[in-house]
């Protein structure tokens, strides 16, 4: 095989249904100076047989097999077998556009640490989200860090399956991603590796990357039951705000404060949605809410004040919710 350019990490687990279209979708780019790695992440239905037969079909193909333990792990798993000069992260049920790997490696020798990409959007085959038809451009590292919080062309520009990442900024510091965050933590990632980067990122508009919602994943169950691992969404952003805080990026705070309150009201309608009773969960979410509570953010980002709004209602109905838990304890 020619020399590894770039390293392709696919976490696997119980992704049967899309797997083959995933890696036909890769393998048919015909990039020679790329390798793909497959973590199957304790697979219960055929996903490691696929693995498996790809690996033996193809010399670029490498597969890993480990006990289930979660996306971030997986990822990891990836990162420390990785050996190309870049890292393309891609989801097991998602694809490539068509030349997607040869666009990026335009970009290679350009003197970027990260390259990020544009995607099409589909939801249960529907597609919500198009590309954009314009000039790629350079981001700076401050405007990259915002992008976490306020996109740059694309609703949502926190996925980690969208940037490209030079591989040396991730070895240099030991970035991994938090094993213990179950949501948001690609988002925490990219946030720490463009903390960290020295040089400025190549945006390529183009939608490479197709992102297919599927209703078995996290996000889509979380709507139809109560996830407790949600809560992790919060801490993940509260670690945000602790990165940018020590880094200096007194600016971005406010962005992250609305990044937190957004979680603290999802978290909250979750809890009364499914009617959990946990009130010491949520009276700490409660009170994550009320200690990122800025009025003066109201006046310096527009979406602040519909999101303070947001809060305060879901504050009152917590509220009517513990006085009613509380009479029924009484009657008992």
């Known amino acids: 095989m020619d020399t590894v350019l770039i390293s392709l990490i696919i976490p696997v687990y119980n992704a049967e249904k899309y797997l083959q279209e995933c890696l036909d979708s890769i393998i048919g780019q015909h990039y020679g100076q790329c390798e793909i790695l497959l973590v199957d992440d304790g697979s219960t239905d055929r996903s490691g047989e696929i693995c498996d037969s790809y690996g033996s079909r193809y010399s670029n193909v490498r597969v890993f097999h480990k006990a289930n333990g979660g996306v971030s792990a997986a990822r990891n798993l990836g990162l420390d077998n990785a050996s190309g000069e870049w890292i393309w992260f891609i989801d097991a049920d998602d694809k490539l556009a068509e030349g997607a790997i040869g666009t990026v490696a335009e970009h290679f020798a350009d003197g970027f640490d990260c390259i990020m990409t544009g995607y099409r959007h589909f939801i249960y085959g529907k597609l919500v989200c198009d590309g954009k038809k314009c000039r790629g451009r350079k981001i700076s590292k401050k405007r990259a860090l915002e992008a976490m919080y306020r996109p740059v062309l694309y609703p949502y520009e926190g996925y980690i399956t969208r940037k490209v990442f030079r591989k040396s900024v991730i070895d240099r510091h030991g970035l991994r991603l938090d094993e213990e965050v179950k949501f948001n933590e690609d988002r925490e990632f990219c946030l720490n590796f463009f903390l960290h ?45 602790d990165m940018l805080d020590a880094a200096g990026y007194r600016s971005l705070l406010p962005l992250a404060r609305a990044g937190i309150l957004t979680s603290v009201v999802y978290n909250i309608s979750m809890i009364l949605n499914f009617k959990v009773h946990d009130i010491p969960r949520l009276l700490w979410v409660l009170g994550v809410g009320w200690e990122n509570y800025r009025p003066a953010d109201w006046f310096l980002i527009g979406r602040m004040r519909k999101i303070h709004f947001k809060f305060f209602r879901r504050a009152r109905k917590v509220h009517r919710y513990i006085r009613r838990c509380g009479r029924k304890e009484e009657q008992q």
């Open 197 to 241: 980067m020295d040089r400025e990122v190549w945006y390529e508009p183009k939608p490479l990357y197709l992102y297919y919602a599927n209703p078995e994943g996290a996000m889509a169950s979380s709507e139809l039951r109560y996830n407790p691992d949600y809560i992790t969404d919060l801490y993940s952003l509260i670690k945000m705000k």
